[in-house]
């Protein structure tokens, strides 16, 4: 929409809801755009809750069924990928640049809501 020559009176509603349509659905985007330090943080914490499962599981009891083992090796790395992917989006942002030129180019409407 904003490389088109010319606007219609239309135009700012298209694109006002194109936006909005984009804000609803970038967190799709956030974990492609990890920085550094987030990944190492992450990484960090990941280390950790393993060797705390380990350690839990070292004083359970050993006599247990190998789906037992299964359910629970299941169980555990689904609490790390979750544990991990709410770190992600607590500390990611999809914000770039060129989301904050979308400001300039109706100025005169409410085109950006906020970031």
């Known amino acids: 929409m904003a490389q088109y020559r010319s606007h219609t009176p239309d135009t700012p509603s298209y694109t006002k809801r194109y936006l909005t349509t ?3 659905n970038n967190h799709i ?3 492609f755009r990890i920085s ?3 990944q190492m943080e992450a990484n960090h ?3 950790e809750l393993r060797e705390l499962m380990v350690n839990q599981h070292a004083q359970v009891v050993r006599h247990t069924t190998a789906a ?3 359910q ?3 169980q555990d790395r689904l609490q790390r990928f979750n544990q ?3 770190l992600i989006c607590q500390e990611n942002h999809f914000n770039p640049i060129k989301m904050h030129y979308l400001s300039y180019l109706f100025p005169m409407y409410d ?3 906020p970031y």
Do not use: N, W
Request: without cysteine; hydrophobic residues 35%.
């Open 22 to 24: 984009f804000q609803q």
């Open 29 to 31: 985007f956030f974990e």
């Open 36 to 38: 550094k330090a987030t």
């Open 45 to 47: 914490q990941d280390r």
């Open 68 to 70: 037992k083992g299964r």
């Open 72 to 74: 629970q090796a299941d």
């Open 84 to 86: 991990q992917a709410d």
């Open 111 to 113: 085109v950006l809501g």
